[in-house]
């Protein structure tokens, strides 16, 4: 499974973004998949996830501000991102299982496919 990560860019505190991670090879719909992100100088963290079933997974300080979702159809899964604050400047990483288990879908370890990332930067 190949990841494409896109859609980060510069956006106000209170903006919004979408990103998109296009997959080829595999079976998508089939395929869990998740975005993490990696802020400087910080390890990198689950930011949200949603597995082949649909079944949605968010981070805390996430939840009710992102949304994630895929398209069975164009192969992609979307972060819809409201309400960015500062704090979710980071580098956001897709990644991708086709074998990952419901406990461990907040796990990076578990995902076997990665993106190469794209940049968000929330300025305030």
């Known amino acids: 499974v190949q990841l494409q990560a896109s859609g980060g860019g510069l956006v106000q505190a209170g903006g919004s973004l979408r990103l998109s991670c296009a997959a080829s090879?595999?079976?998508?719909?089939?395929?869990?998949l998740a975005w993490f992100r990696q802020a400087p100088g910080k390890e990198r963290e689950f930011v949200a996830a949603?597995?082949?079933?649909?079944?949605?997974y968010y981070a805390d300080v996430v939840k009710g501000r992102f949304t994630i979702s895929r398209d069975n159809a164009k192969n992609t899964a979307y972060l819809q991102m409201n309400s960015l604050k500062s704090e979710d400047t980071a580098v956001y990483y897709c990644?991708?299982?086709?074998?990952?288990?419901?406990?461990?879908?907040?796990?990076?370890?578990?995902?076997?496919?990665w993106g190469q990332g794209t940049l968000v930067t929330v300025s305030s």
């Open positions: 090879g595999g079976t998508f719909r089939s395929t869990s």
């Open positions: 949603i597995k082949w079933t649909r079944s949605e």
């Open positions: 990644a991708a299982s086709t074998t990952i288990i419901t406990s461990m879908m907040t796990e990076g370890t578990a995902y076997a496919y």
